[in-house]
């Protein structure tokens, strides 16, 4: 069993900066390509951004430029490290093991304008 737990979310202004981070428990992690979701009112649930287990890296075309995804092997960690926020960036924020399909809980990040 692996658990997932986001933290880092909050309200924001827009053009401002919010760093998530996604801890899980269990010993796969460091062989796990591992991504975030977000998911908006009334909207399906979208990909962010992925990365391998080797640090290999994607983007949804809507926040590349602006957001980074990176992992800490050591801690067990992926951080979505997001710059430049736009009010559509509200959404619930999870994270996803990937294989094993493991979801986080979510955590809310809301940018006003």
């Known amino acids: 069993q692996v658990q997932l737990v986001e933290s880092g979310g909050g309200l924001v202004q827009a053009g401002g900066s919010l760093r998530l981070s996604c801890a899980a428990s269990?010993?796969?992690?460091?062989?796990?390509?591992m991504a975030w979701y977000r998911q908006a009112p009334g909207k399906q649930r979208d990909l962010v951004a992925l990365?391998?287990?080797?640090?290999?890296?994607n983007y949804a075309d809507s926040v590349k430029g602006r957001f980074t995804i990176s992992r800490e092997n050591a801690k067990n960690t992926v951080y979505l490290q997001m710059n430049s926020l736009k009010p559509e960036d509200t959404a619930v924020y999870y994270c996803?093991?990937?294989?094993?399909?493991?979801w986080g809980q979510g955590t809310q990040v809301t940018v006003s304008s």
């Open positions: 996803k093991l990937l294989g094993l399909g493991y």
């Open positions: 269990g010993s796969i992690f460091s062989s796990s390509a």
């Open positions: 990365i391998s287990s080797g640090g290999n890296t």
